[in-house]
């Protein structure tokens, strides 16, 4: 069966991929560095998957370490490159260490790629491209916009470097823009791994009912929205993943040529209030918390257009804000207590 291979495939989105591909029939081939994810995330995908799982500990911004996996699988019928850090906050203290990593890895695959003649690949990319837009919901033509932090223009400089690419290399690209990616696979044997305090929502938010944190913090209240809290685009982590086994199909199929980019998000958009209080009624639970200062860039309100991934990829989002949520909880309650 056709080999996929997986870079950052133990990570979050990236492990919830694998189970799609391997239900999809695909065999995968996985590369992380561990930097953000667990070993034993494998073992629990070799449970949940029917098809081969191959993984390699590479680092890949060693070129020489990256190739030999390329030479190992011969026959790779495309990439999902999800390898990166991706802590927004994090780099901004560490903007060199995020600029060599998620450029160099990103550089050293397409070289693999075109030595290789490896011609499909699906970028994980992100709506922080677009900053705070003019129009929403915002649709894939909107301007790029100047970076709120290193991380976003890692992934800015990423998309242009596989554009520019894909101009003179046997290369096609699908640029995936996930919005806000929550919950957990249903087996809630994998989902949102956090290591210390959350920085995102809704694992703050889940934290928060399970005791772990004492209250939320609604980073600002002053927003000109609704309730005055900021607005998100939040979809579930595996409509996330079914999107990219669609994205990669299509690859495989010729059907797009070139680079192109693809917001992934539920179309819909929630203010911080409103996500809890959904959250309160999918579980019965409470989520104590408190009006807080604006967060530093924080855009105010963003949501997709999903028009795109619709007509180009055959996909929209299935899952509902109540299951989403409630997968959430479900993962929550089977982490470690401390
Ligand atoms: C959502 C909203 C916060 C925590 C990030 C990345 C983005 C993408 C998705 C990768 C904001 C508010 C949060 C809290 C709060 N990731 N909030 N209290 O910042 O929209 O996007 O994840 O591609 O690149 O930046 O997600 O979950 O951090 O915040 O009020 O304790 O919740 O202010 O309005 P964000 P988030």
Redesign the pocket.
């Known amino acids: 069966m056709s080999e996929i291979l997986v870079t950052g495939g133990l990570g979050y989105i990236g492990s919830h991929t694998v189970t799609c591909l391997s239900e999809a029939g695909y065999d995968v081939v996985i590369i992380d560095n561990l930097s953000n994810s667990m070993l034993d995330t494998l073992d629990t995908l070799r449970e949940l998957c029917s098809g081969t799982i191959t993984f390699y500990e590479v680092e890949m911004c060693r070129q020489e370490e990256l190739n030999a996996v390329f030479e190992k699988h011969p026959n790779l019928a495309g990439v999902i490159h999800f390898a990166a850090l991706?802590q927004?906050n994090e780099s901004v203290q560490q903007p060199v260490r995020y600029y060599r990593n998620n450029l160099d890895s990103t550089l050293n695959l397409i070289d693999a790629c075109a030595q290789f003649k490896v011609s499909s690949v699906v970028f994980s990319s992100?709506?922080?491209v677009y900053g705070q837009p003019e129009m929403i919901p915002v649709d894939e033509s909107a301007p790029i916009a100047e970076a709120e932090s290193p991380?976003?223009s890692t992934k800015i400089m990423c998309e242009r470097i596989f554009r520019d690419a894909c101009e003179v290399l046997n290369l096609n690209v699908l640029s995936l823009r996930?919005?806000?990616?929550i919950g957990a696979h249903p087996s809630a044997k994998i989902g949102e791994v956090q290591h210390g305090e959350p920085?995102?929502?809704?694992p703050?938010i889940t934290e928060t009912a399970i005791g772990k944190r004492e209250v939320?913090?609604?980073?600002?209240s002053d927003y000109d929205t609704r309730d005055g809290?900021?607005i998100?685009d939040y979809i579930h982590v595996m409509d996330i993943a079914e999107a990219h086994v669609a994205a990669i199909g299509n690859l495989i199929d010729g059907k797009t040529t070139g680079f192109d980019p693809i917001n992934l998000g539920s179309g819909t958009g929630q203010t911080?209030i409103e996500m809890i209080t959904a959250f309160e009624a999918a579980t019965g639970l409470s989520v104590p918390y408190v009006l807080a200062d604006r967060?530093p860039g924080?855009v105010e309100k963003v949501y997709a257009n999903i028009g795109k991934a619709t007509s180009v990829l055959g996909w929209r989002p299935t899952r509902g804000l109540e299951e989403t949520l409630k997968s959430a909880w479900v993962w929550e309650q089977r982490q470690p207590a401390n």
């Open positions: 991706l927004v992100s709506c922080t991380y976003g996930y919005f806000n990616p920085h995102h929502l809704v703050y939320l913090k609604v980073f600002g809290s900021c998100r911080v967060r924080d």
